[in-house]
């Protein structure tokens, strides 16, 4: 791969660092809007006319299939990091199901094997039309098209959503494929929801943060081991009745009627299509040596993700949907022209500014020129402790840049967004002032060594916590009054912004090239305020030079 050119108007004094506000997006400035709420004395003195505007972050602008699909963290940090807009997991998988190819593939023929010798075929994922994780419609039409190529035990282990979708919405769900269980039942076939749980609690996940929660998934769909219910829908209103209050995301694991633990010969379709959550179970089930929980019994099933989780370890080993080829992200690009870069966070988002950044691959691309940075998070639920790890991240960050090694550097602070799902208001403001407060202390820094601050966000959350109607207005209840609780991400823009002292005088953000923008255009900005041309592959810099 050929050096990038020196660019011949623009040169930086000091590091370019790029902050991802995680979640803190652009909202209506009104009741519903903790950033707005929030303190936010920092980034009101950064938002200056000339060197700022507001990007798009969900749909097409980041590869979802329409732009009434809410962006999110991994299709936001794809973009961000590749600089160009891919078909993204929930696109390519209703594709591959629209043209067949997915029950043409190889993969889904082993899985129908071994349904069709007297195995039992589970399906576990998400349940939940979210369009983050999964989607319910791609689970109706494997469970359809199983029971035409004679499947004649077809299981679902419900993960419960109340994070991408309403906090409180799992039955709505529960009853959607409850309907189309029932419409193949009628054909002599066993097929029922068997066990579950609230996402946030049994087995979803990510970056080994949590794998209790993993371990409880094991024993709930795979021992199936647990409290029991005679429904899906008799487990969630019971831990309601004793939890009142609690979100779909928290509920507790169930199972179904008897113990219908997985057997010998059955075959298991994990039908997430993304993958920070799914990586886990699914070393769970392929990993011959594991260590990280006592399995008890690993039946020999044939394990399936929908797609291939992790592509440098080749997570899970058996897949159904290619996932996207991100060719020649940014990393990569500042590798090959020896562009010392830092990439840190903390857990919950540092896969985000290295593993999705860097276009779905685990490893450094120059361990020589990068250097990455993990900050452990809490093991705490969010809304109590909202400043998170937000100031040992910047802490470090401040060390690294002062060191004088990095020219770029990436940092996302994870607070707007992980808070923001909680759906806990008041939590999520103090959220979003942290992130304030480390700005101003990163802003201070950046000036010190005469860098350039860029300021942005992957999608929005924090902005929007609370459902509104089709003309826009905040639902309420209609017993008390209050406002509707939303914990998803939201369709809204995201602020961009450039904080350049020493030198912002010499160039502006064109706004014919901002309108319409997405955070893919983020790539160039920054590849050109490092002071290089951007390859012509990218979406355009955002930049007009004097």
């Known amino acids: 791969m050929s050096s990038l050119a020196k660019h011949s108007r623009h040169a930086p004094l000091g ?118 994780h999964s989607n319910i419609a791609h689970l109706e039409a494997m469970l359809r098209a199983a029971a035409s190529k004679g499947c004649k035990k077809l299981y679902v282990h419900a993960l419960l959503d109340g994070r991408d979708v309403a906090p409180t ?50 024993h709930t769909h795979v021992l199936g081991l647990g409290m029991a219910f005679s429904s899906a829908t008799d487990a969630v209103l019971a831990a309601r009745s ?18 219908t633990p997985m057997a010998d010969g059955d075959a298991v379709v994990m039908f997430n299509f993304r993958g920070d959550r799914a990586i886990e179970i699914s070393r769970a089930f392929d990993d011959v040596v594991f260590e990280k929980f006592d399995r008890r019994r690993r039946p020999d099933v044939f394990y399936a993700g929908m797609m291939e989780y992790d592509g440098d370890a080749h997570i899970p080993k058996h897949y159904l949907v290619t996932p996207p080829a991100i060719e020649r992200p940014m990393g990569e690009l500042l590798a090959a022209s020896h562009i010392s870069q830092l990439a840190i966070s903390e857990t919950q988002k540092y896969g985000h500014v290295t593993y999705f950044w860097n276009g779905n691959r685990s490893g450094m691309f120059d361990s020589e020129t990068e250097t990455y940075v993990e900050i452990h998070s809490d093991n705490v639920p969010f809304e109590q402790r909202p400043w998170m790890k937000a100031a040992e991240i910047t802490d470090r960050l401040i060390a690294e840049l002062r060191t004088g090694k990095h020219r770029f550097a990436r940092v996302n602070y994870p607070n707007g967004d992980m808070v923001g799902h909680t759906g806990v208001f008041e939590a ?22 005469q860098g350039i601050l860029v300021v942005t966000a992957d999608h929005g959350n924090a902005e929007e916590m609370m459902q509104r109607d089709k003309a826009g207005r ?8 209050q406002p509707v609780v939303k914990t998803s991400h939201s369709l809204n823009p995201v602020p961009f912004m450039i904080h350049d002292p020493a030198r912002s005088d010499r160039y502006e953000i064109d706004p014919a090239r901002a309108s319409g923008a997405g955070i893919a255009n983020v790539t160039a900005t920054c590849i050109e305020l490092l002071g290089f041309v951007p390859p012509d592959d990218l979406e355009p810099s955002l930049l007009r030079f004097k």
Do not use: C
């Open 15 to 132: 590091p370019v660092v790029l902050v991802v506000m995680d979640g803190v997006g652009r909202g209506a400035g009104d009741e519903a809007d903790a950033v707005t709420l929030a303190a936010t004395p920092t980034l009101d003195r950064l938002w200056v006319p000339g060197v700022r505007t507001e990007l798009l972050a969900h749909g097409k602008a980041v590869g979802l299939p329409s732009d009434d699909d809410m962006g999110n963290s991994e299709v936001g940090h794809n973009a961000l990091g590749a600089g160009k807009i891919y078909a993204q997991g929930a696109k390519l998988v209703a594709r591959a199901i629209d043209n067949g190819s997915l029950f043409d593939g190889a993969v889904w023929h082993q899985v129908i094997d071994r349904g069709a010798r007297g195995g039992a075929v589970h399906f576990l994922g998400l349940l939940s039309d979210g369009g983050v």
């Open 474 to 481: 905040v639902q309420r209840d209609k017993q008390t009054g």
């Open 242 to 259: 004793a939890k009142p209050g609690i979100i779909d995301q928290d509920l507790p694991p169930f199972i179904v009627g008897s113990s």
């Open 169 to 218: 919405s799992a039955l709505i769900y529960i009853d959607r494929i409850e309907g189309v269980l029932a419409e193949l039942r009628t054909s002599q076939i066993d097929a029922r929801i068997i066990s579950g749980g609230g996402r946030m609690f049994v087995t979803m996940d990510r970056y080994e943060a949590d794998w209790a929660m993993v371990e409880r998934g094991w």
């Open 428 to 449: 999520t403001v103090l959220a979003v002032a942290t992130v304030d407060l480390q700005l101003a202390r990163l802003a201070k820094v950046v000036e010190e060594l």
